[in-house]
């Protein structure tokens, strides 16, 4: 699975948007993109994923760039609740085996 | 909640010991996967089983070992504790296994397991 470029830290006010990046120059056509969260003392969850599309459900929303080599989260209103750390996973169509790699993801704080 | 279960929440035991970690899955899920975070590794991939057979290995130490029985539960066996192995132990499960329908089948994570060697 290629790899992910995420910043280490992000910090966000409460009920205000927020932008999380994630770097994949070497994406392959067939790599799915996901991300997932992991909150205070719990496993990780599940948020979004996409291919080639945008993609928005109850949680998030995912914004892919045209070329593909980077994606954004949007978190439309932060809550204390979204304090976590989040994780971009990029999953193989072809070949993969079927586990997450999960990278350093980003701290996301957010402040009242 | 995530439909996985695992037992025990939290375990204390000295090095050179062994202990069992087990996991439930969500109903209908047939693949599980064992990871392991600690601080200085993050998450790290060690085991999958899908319907009762091993699907793919990752970092696992050889005194570690798993398996899936009929009922799709699963337990990690750990042997020869040593002081390193202090993590959390996450168990997940998904629909699928492998190949393309793992692509986008989400995994759905236990509470885990928090392993401390004294």
């Known amino acids: 699975d290629a790899k992910t470029t995420q910043p280490n830290s992000m910090e966000s006010n409460e009920e205000e948007p927020v932008h999380l990046p994630c770097n994949h120059s070497?994406?392959?056509?067939?790599?799915?993109i996901h991300w997932y969260r992991q909150l205070p003392s719990q496993g990780p969850e599940y948020v979004i994923h996409g291919l080639t599309s945008n993609v928005n459900n109850r949680m998030a929303s995912l914004a892919i760039a045209e070329d593909r080599k980077s994606s954004t989260l949007i978190l439309h209103r932060a809550t204390l609740r979204d304090a976590a750390v989040y994780y971009c996973i990029l999953r193989a169509l072809i070949g993969s085996q079927g586990n997450l790699i999960f990278g350093k993801g980003t701290k996301l704080s957010v402040k009242p | 909640d995530s439909g996985v279960t695992q037992t025990p929440k939290h375990l204390i035991t000295a090095t050179g010991q062994r202990v069992t970690l087990r996991c439930s899955p969500r109903?209908?899920?047939?693949?599980v996967y064992w990871y392991q975070q600690s601080l200085d590794q993050g998450l790290q991939f060690l085991i999958q089983y899908y319907n009762g057979e091993e699907r793919a290995k990752g970092n696992i130490l050889e005194r570690f070992s798993a398996q899936q029985f009929p009922d799709l539960h699963s337990e990690l066996n750990l042997s020869s504790l040593e002081l390193g192995d202090s993590a959390l132990y996450f168990c997940a499960s998904s629909v699928g296994g492998r190949g393309a329908l793992s692509s986008y089948n989400e995994q759905f994570f236990g509470p885990g397991t928090r392993l401390t060697v004294l």
């Open positions: 109903s209908g899920d047939l693949s």
């Open positions: 070497t994406i392959s056509g067939t790599d799915y």
